[in-house]
Structure formats: structure tokens, C-alpha cells
């Protein structure tokens, strides 16, 4: 559980990078409340807000039932509790087990961004704008965006892609690529 106590600058800037969908402003055309893009919109709207449970509810249940694992998994290490009660405001895996999917993974970026202020500034000052998106299949959606923020009074402009899948009659996100990874690396290292 050290990575959530004090995560080294990589580690942070691979959470940095999860968290860069957070905007203020969005530029793209409007569309139907149902497209990929338009829930794109939403999520981004969510995280420029500081809205992490309206974030979570944007995500498929299946990215979070594995962040759950991820955590639960971490969660196992840390036999005082004290990193799960910084992080989650809980201080047992019993208590964590109470939090629900959506409700874990809020809390977990409410307090990363708030342990680390300059990812919420950097956060705060993006731009994106949505170009659209790339059916893979029927059910499985690549909305590609070009976002602008500032890190350390530095300029950085990256093209990034949002995955997301059918869930019901909308879309909802999965883990980034870079969250994976993370959980992979992690998890790998636990055992």
C-alpha cells in the first residue's frame, strides 16, 4: 500500500495521465446524449468539476469490479489499516467491503487529486476537444480527443483515446490503458 501513501513521481504521473480527461472547457459538436462522444463529454465534465462520484457512474461496472480487485488486493498488504483510511476513509477490508464499486473509485481520486495538488491544477487548466470516435465493434467505442494543459508552467498537448462499451442503451468508460498497465505492474509485484 505504499503507492497510495506516497506515489513515486512515475507512479503519479501515470495517474496524472488517468486523470487528464478532468476539463473545463470541451469543444465538440453536439450529439445525441447516447454516442460515445457525448458521454465522453460527461466524464470529462465530471472530473473538471471535482465530481468523482458522478465520474464513477460514467464508468462500466466490469472497470469497476477490476479496480475493486486492484484494491482489495492492495488493501490485503496493509494489515494496520491506516493507508485504507487515509485513502478510502475506512480502516478495515470489512469496512472497505461496505463501499460499493462506484463509491470506492470516487473516493480513491477525490483523494489522489487532493493529496496532490498540482495534478488538480493541471487538471484545471486542460482543454480538450473531442474529434469523435472509432467503432472497434458493436459494443466496444474509441473516442479520441487532443487535450492542452499545463504541468509546472509547461505547456503539454497530447492525442489520447477513451475506450468505452455498450452498457445498455448508453456507453460507459473502462480503465484506461495507463491504469491497467498500473494494476498489471502492481498486482504483479504483490505476488
Known amino acids: 500500500m505504499r503507492l497510495l501513501r506516497h506515489p513515486p513521481r512515475r507512479a503519479s504521473s501515470v495517474l496524472l495521465g488517468v486523470l487528464l480527461l478532468a476539463a473545463t ?11 460515445p462522444e457525448a458521454v465522453a463529454k460527461q466524464l470529462i ?14 464508468m462500466h461496472p466490469s472497470a469497476l469490479a477490476t ?8 488493501s490485503a498488504s496493509d494489515t494496520s489499516g491506516a493507508t485504507l483510511e487515509q485513502v ?13 464499486d462506484t463509491q470506492l473509485y470516487a473516493r480513491f481520486f477525490g483523494k489522489m487529486v487532493a493529496a496532490q495538488p498540482e495534478m488538480g491544477a ?24 487532443r487535450m492542452t494543459m499545463t504541468v509546472d508552467g509547461i505547456p ?10 455498450r452498457y ?24
Open 25 to 35: 472547457t470541451v469543444h465538440a459538436q453536439a450529439e445525441p446524449a447516447d454516442t
Open 45 to 58: 465534465a465530471a472530473l473538471g468539476a471535482g465530481d468523482f462520484a458522478a465520474n464513477a457512474a460514467l
Open 67 to 74: 479496480f475493486r480487485r486492484f484494491v482489495v488486493g492492495l
Open 88 to 100: 478510502f476513509g475506512v480502516t478495515s477490508s470489512a469496512a472497505l467491503d461496505t463501499l460499493s
Open 122 to 145: 493541471a487538471i484545471r487548466s486542460a482543454t480538450y476537444a473531442i474529434v469523435g470516435h472509432v467503432d472497434e465493434a458493436p459494443d466496444l467505442a474509441h473516442v479520441v480527443y
Open 156 to 165: 503539454v498537448r497530447k492525442v489520447d483515446v477513451l475506450t468505452l462499451r
Open 168 to 191: 445498455g442503451s448508453t456507453w460507459r468508460a473502462l480503465l484506461t490503458t495507463d491504469l491497467e498497465n498500473l494494476i498489471s505492474r502492481v498486482s504483479a509485484q504483490g505476488r
